[in-house]
């Protein structure tokens, strides 16, 4: 293929470097076309001097180094070393001797290597043991050539090689070599989004420069300045995206302005049967006063697990019933809109205020009937899972709707909310909760288009609690504790991570029950709780816990959000290290929601480094922002929360909260952007609004914008 004849959109099996069998394997990694060659990052690079001898490269090991280095010879054996991690021990020789090259937890290495195979290894030698050795080399096999017997004269050149994301059917360098191979063609292809101008005021390379250095450095500088340009790119393609939307709500869609009157506010504050906190008080002034126009409020609402966020949700419905409007609260699981449903009642009792629970249990005539009741504008607030998303259901006016737990909703489950409207240019006011408190660095991006409320006090009465951690041989302790506490009249949670037993190893609900109803918790009473029962009997188990019939619930995480038992003080989580962190905050949540102390243990044997921090944080803080930061900096957001839950596409190169610094730049970048061109309909910023539109068009439902 010549130069001029490659397109971005060349399929990888058609370059003259990749055949059809290294085609497919990188068209399993997602690799399928030029453009995704090029927006393949390399994860890090190493330093690496070029090939020496062995006996160099045992002298320059003994001397110490930091650099990689290349080794060419030839494979004398390979053996399964012993204990219990999997690794795989290889003697590499040329005619000046020998080193080791060991490999761990890549137990198909020994498939792939054999006595007598000439190969090159990159790595960083060391001395361990009286002997050379290189720990998870990169390499690759040669042809025995002439090329073997001449190593590097230039002992001091140190090049900069990209390590690229790869899999077991295609290592780094063949990926290296497939996109050294189109690399100028390819980038000489690329049309620059960003003005000469923009780049210049903010010291940006130029889009082309930036991918050359990004794959080809020849300097460190190079790495940073290219991974700042992409990496800007990223987030500023986002932030437009959001910027975009808050335009477009705010300018093009209207809500119904529900103004909250002397006598509205004291209807309302005579169904709060508490005073609420200053940080209550203040965030329900602050919905109200969005409540109040006819711009369609769009907040999210923030509060650490027991803070009364149902309250405020409470208070801004109301004042949608209040206006003859309706309202609607979805909650992701039925055990939580249950919950909510249950505590709304009991704070609308002699209230005429109608309120009924749609979830997808909710079947044949009743639904039918309650459907209509709601489509009438019988029914003021609904309360009720993804079921109330739905085609079918439709309200006579939805003035206000509460998310509960919004990342758990999909992208379109949460746009379809603004379907409910009376037509294409009216939605509702929208408030979305989160007990999983959301960092400052995810705030601006996820919820980027959202004004934020955040209730940081605690009600009065609510007792503390004590997280401590313990490895199995502690467990017999642990559960002397709850039983201790069921004799004072305490009730407590044991949480396991699986149903059923399996060749994972985990502590399971089957087993874990009988185990505990012979053994520690013999003299209590046990039920067990998990997400595949059905509605009446789930409903039945909780009644009972509730009253007092049940003393120790074992479950699974169907327990996480919706369970409010203040008489529960002790929580026993197994396998702790296997839960996510925001995970296990909420699960803590369900004990201490009384005036007695609560008491949360974690029973785990970490086996990595991530299970080990979490377990940590956990016991070092029960604040839930720090708790937040904590994970964000173990997990990222991607996982925190990731592209199945949100809809965000994962970044590439922009790490958080690593780049916040870039994140704010871009923020006010992208504001003063969408200020000067709403919808980025100008000539000059076509090519920048279609990547906009391609990169989050979809998540950000920008397709009925502009």
């Not at 602050?286 to 409020?297: N, Q, R, S, V, Y």
């Not at 907040?299 to 949700?313: E, F, I, M, N, P």
């Not at 489509?375 to 607030?381: I, K, M, P, R, Y």
């Not at 029962?533 to 019939?549: C, H, P, S, W, Y």
Request: glycine letters at 8%; a negative charge.
């Amino acid at each position: 293929m010549t130069a001029a004849a490659l397109t971005l959109t060349t399929p990888i099996h058609d370059l003259p470097d990749a055949g059809e069998p290294l085609a497919a394997a990188m068209h399993r990694m997602g690799l399928r076309c030029v453009a995704d060659l090029l927006l393949h990052a390399p994860n890090r690079y190493r330093r690496t001097r070029p090939w020496q001898s062995l006996s160099q490269v045992a002298m320059v090991a003994s001397a110490g180094t930091k650099d990689d280095m290349e080794v060419h010879g030839e494979v004398a054996s390979v053996q399964r070393g012993f204990g219990r991690a999997a690794k795989i021990e290889v003697v590499l020789e040329d005619d000046s001797g020998d080193i080791d090259l060991v490999f761990f937890n890549q137990p198909w290495i020994q498939r792939k290597l054999h006595p007598g195979m000439r190969i090159v290894a990159t790595g960083r030698p060391r001395e361990y043991r009286g002997r050379v050795q290189i720990a998870n080399p990169e390499w690759r096999r040669t042809e025995d050539d002439a090329s073997l017997t001449a190593p590097s004269g230039d002992q001091d050149h140190v090049a900069i090689c990209p390590v690229y994301p790869a899999s077991e059917d295609v290592p780094s360098d063949r990926i290296a070599a497939v996109i050294e191979g189109i690399l100028d063609t390819a980038v000489a292809l690329l049309e620059d989004h960003l003005p000469e101008s923009f780049r210049k005021s903010h010291g940006l390379p130029d889009l082309a420069t930036a991918y050359r250095h990004l794959h080809r450095p020849e300097l460190d500088e190079q790495v940073s300045s290219a991974r700042r340009r992409l990496a800007f790119d990223e987030l500023l393609l986002l932030q437009l995206g959001v910027m975009m939307k808050r335009f477009h709500r705010r300018t093009h869609l209207r809500a119904a302005a529900l103004p909250c009157s002397d006598e509205v506010q004291s209807r309302i504050s005579a169904r709060i049967p508490f005073t609420p906190t200053d940080a209550q008080a203040r965030v329900i002034d602050e919905i109200g006063a969005d409540l109040a126009k006819d711009i369609p409020m769009n907040r999210l609402l923030q509060g650490d697990v027991g803070s009364g966020k149902t309250v405020v949700a409470l208070a801004a419905m109301l004042q949608a019933v209040a206006h003859g409007k309706q309202a609607a609260l979805i909650a992701p699981t039925e055990l939580l809109a249950e919950q909510h449903a249950r505590t709304l009642r009991s704070l609308l009792t002699d209230a005429t205020v109608r309120l009924e629970l749609l979830t997808g249990s909710i079947t044949g005539t009743a639904r039918r009937d309650l459907l209509e009741s709601i489509a009438s504008g019988e029914v003021d607030l609904v309360v009720g899972t993804h079921a109330v998303l739905t085609q079918d259901v439709a309200f006579q006016e939805l003035a206000v709707a509460v998310t509960d737990e919004q990342h758990r909703f999909g992208v379109h489950q949460r746009a379809s909310l603004r379907n409910k409207a009376a037509d294409d240019s009216r939605c509702p006011h929208q408030l979305v909760m989160t007990a999983t408190p959301i960092p400052r660095t995810l705030s601006l991006t996820i919820f980027g288009d959202l004004d934020i409320s955040i209730i940081d006090e605690m009600p009065p009465g609510r007792a503390p609690i004590t997280t401590t951690s313990t490895d199995r041989a502690g467990a017999a302790d642990a559960y002397e504790g709850i039983a201790t506490a069921v004799r004072r009249g305490e009730r407590g949670y044991v949480v396991v991570p699986v149903i059923e037993e399996s060749s994972a190893g985990l502590t399971d609900l089957e087993t874990h029950l009988e185990s505990l109803s012979m053994g520690p918790l013999k003299h209590c009473r046990l039920a067990a709780m998990n997400g595949r029962l059905d509605v009446a009997t789930r409903d039945a188990i909780m009644e009972q816990f509730r009253n007092g019939k049940i003393d120790v619930l074992v479950a699974t995480t169907v327990i996480e959000v919706g369970v409010d038992v203040p008489e529960a003080t002790t929580i026993i989580i197994e396998d702790a290290d296997r839960f996510g962190l925001a995970q296990l905050h909420q699960l803590r949540g369900r004990v201490g929601r009384g005036s007695r102390p609560g008491r949360c243990v974690l029973i785990s044997e970490p086996t990595t480094d991530e299970g080990a921090k979490r377990i940590a944080a956990m016991v070092e803080t029960t604040d839930g922002f720090k708790i937040a930061e904590r994970d964000l900096e173990i997990r990222g957001p991607g996982e925190l929360f990731g592209s199945k839950q949100s809809g965000l596409p994962p970044f590439r190169i922009a790490s958080l909260p690593a780049d916040l610094e870039l994140l704010a730049l871009a923020r006010r970048d992208a504001i003063a952007w969408i200020e000067q061109d709403p919808l980025l309909t100008l000539p000059e910023h076509a090519l920048l609004r279609r990547r906009l539109l391609k990169a989050h068009g979809r998540w950000l439902g920008l397709g009925d914008v502009g």
